[in-house]
C-alpha cells in the first residue's frame, strides 16, 4: 500500500445545483414543464432539499467534510423572474452564500446556468432564440456586478451537450415521445408556439440548440471577463469515457467523441479551464455500445462500474482543449453506499495518475452533496454523500461521506501496489 499526496492547491469540493436543491423554484422553464400533463418528469421537484432556507446549513455540511471548494448554481429565473427586472432579494441571497462559503474556509465555484432558465426565456424559445446570447450576458452582468469579485471560478454552462450524449444511450421509444408531447403541453399551456428547455430537447434541435447554447458560452463570457479579467471562466461537459475493445475497430467510438464532445473542447480552447463531469465508462467495438456482461455492478444508468472512467475523461478532455482541468462533477448514482464507498478512493487515485502524468488538474467536485431532484428521473437517482428526509429535510451523512472526507483532509489516497 502506497500514500500519494495530491499538488499544494489542489482543490476538494462538492457541488449541487440550484433548482434540484432549492424547492419552489416556480418561475423557472423546468418547475413549468412537471407540473403540465403529460410531463416527462416523474416528480414534480417541489420543495427539493429546501436548501432555498437551510443553504447555511448545507454550507456547514460541506465545511466539516473538510472541502475547500463548493460549487452552486445561481438561477437565473430568480434573479430576472420577468424579463428585464431583477430581484435585489434573489442576488442577496445568492450573495450571502458566496459570503459564507468564503468565511467558511471554501472558494466559491459558481455556476451561472445549470439547466433552468425563467420561464418567460423558454417561451421565447430558449436557447433558439437569435437574442438568447445577449440576453444570457445580461443576466451574467448582474450577478458579476453583485458579487463577482468573490468567486473563485466561473462556470458558465452546466453540460450543454448532454441531450446530445443521452442520444447515444438506447432510451425507449415512448420516452422520446413522451419528451415531445410535454414540450407541446407546455407550449399549449403558456399560450406560445414553440416552448423549450434545454434539458428536454428534440432530437432534430439539438444542433440548433447547442449553436444557441455555444453562442451563449461566449457572450457570457466576454460579460464576465469585463468586470473581471482575471477570473477563471470555463464551462462543464459530460463527457463518458468511451473506450474501444481491444482489437475492435474506433470509427463508432470516434464518431460519438466528435459529435457529442470535440467541438465543445474545440471552444474551450479560449478558455481558463475545461469542467470535466463523469459517471460512466461506455466500452465500444466495431459495431458500437458493448453492454455490461451479466452480473456486473451497474449504475442507474446501466452502465458498468468502472472507478477509472474518471481519469480517462480527464485524459481525453486535456489532449483536445488543451486548458487546464477542473472536475466539476464525479460521483455514481446508486442506492447501494457500499458501492460508492469503494469507488471513491480508486477513482480519485485514478485522476491522481493523470496529475503525475502532467495533466493540469485545479480540482475535484464530487456530485452530489446531498441526494436530490435528478430532473426527469426525479427523487429515485440517488448520487449523494448525504440523505435527505422528504419531509423533514434531515441531512443525514452516509459512510461515503466519511470516505471522501477523510480524503480530502489528508489531501492524499492510498493506492494499492
Known amino acids: 500500500m502506497t500514500r500519494r499526496s495530491f499538488p499544494d492547491g489542489f482543490l476538494w469540493g462538492v457541488a449541487h445545483a440550484g433548482h ?6 416556480s418561475d423557472s422553464d423546468t418547475w413549468f414543464a412537471e407540473n403540465v400533463s403529460p410531463t416527462v418528469f416523474k416528480d414534480r421537484s417541489g420543495r427539493a432539499c429546501n436548501n432555498w432556507e437551510l443553504w447555511r446549513e448545507d454550507v456547514v455540511l460541506a465545511r466539516d467534510l473538510g472541502v475547500t471548494a463548493y460549487r452552486f448554481s445561481v438561477e437565473w429565473a430568480r434573479v430576472e423572474p420577468v424579463e428585464g427586472v431583477f430581484d435585489d432579494a434573489a442576488l442577496d441571497h445568492y450573495e450571502a452564500i ?3 462559503v468564503i468565511g467558511q474556509g471554501m ?3 459558481v455556476t451561472f446556468n445549470h439547466f433552468t432558465c425563467p420561464h418567460w426565456f423558454a417561451k421565447r424559445g430558449s436557447w433558439l432564440d437569435p437574442k438568447a446570447p445577449e440576453l444570457f450576458a445580461r443576466y451574467c452582468e448582474q450577478v458579476m456586478d453583485r458579487f463577482g469579485d468573490r468567486i473563485a471560478y466561473a462556470v458558465t454552462l452546466n453540460e450543454p451537450n448532454l441531450p446530445h450524449v443521452l442520444s447515444w444511450f438506447d432510451l425507449p421509444d415512448f420516452v422520446r415521445d413522451l419528451e415531445r408531447r410535454t414540450l407541446a403541453a407546455a407550449a399549449e399551456a403558456a399560450g406560445v408556439d414553440h416552448y423549450r428547455l434545454a434539458n428536454v430537447v428534440l432530437p432534430e434541435e439539438i444542433q440548433m440548440m447547442e449553436d444557441g447554447l455555444a453562442a451563449g458560452h461566449r457572450a457570457a463570457r466576454t460579460a464576465i471577463k469585463a468586470r473581471r479579467p482575471g477570473l477563471p471562466v ?3 461537459l459530460a463527457i463518458m469515457d468511451d473506450v474501444v475493445v481491444e482489437g475492435a475497430d474506433p470509427a463508432a467510438r470516434d464518431r460519438k467523441r466528435a459529435e457529442c464532445y470535440q467541438p465543445w473542447l474545440e471552444l474551450a480552447r479560449d478558455d481558463d479551464f475545461i469542467g470535466v463531469q463523469n459517471y460512466e465508462r461506455v466500452p465500444f467495438d466495431s459495431d458500437g455500445i458493448v453492454k455490461p456482461a451479466a452480473g456486473a455492478h451497474v449504475n442507474v444508468m446501466g452502465t458498468e462500474i468502472e472507478p477509472l ?5 480527464v485524459t481525453y478532455a486535456f489532449e483536445i482543449a488543451q486548458v487546464p482541468v477542473l472536475v466539476t462533477e464525479h460521483g455514481m448514482g446508486t442506492p447501494d453506499d457500499t458501492l460508492r464507498v469503494a469507488f471513491i478512493e480508486p477513482a480519485l487515485a485514478g485522476l491522481l495518475d493523470t496529475v503525475e502524468a502532467g495533466i493540469p488538474v485545479l480540482g475535484y467536485c464530487h456530485w452530489s452533496l446531498m441526494d436530490n431532484f435528478e430532473w426527469i428521473f426525479g427523487y429515485d437517482f440517488q448520487y449523494g454523500l448525504h440523505e435527505v428526509d422528504r419531509q423533514t429535510f434531515v441531512r443525514t451523512p452516509k459512510p461515503s461521506a466519511g470516505v471522501y472526507a477523510a480524503i480530502a483532509e489528508a489531501h492524499a489516497v492510498v493506492s494499492r501496489d
Open 98 to 100: 458566496v459570503d459564507e
Open 107 to 109: 472558494a466559491p465555484v
Open 309 to 313: 472512467s474518471l481519469a480517462g475523461a
Open 234 to 236: 470555463g464551462l462543464s
Open 20 to 25: 434540484q436543491v432549492e424547492g419552489d423554484n
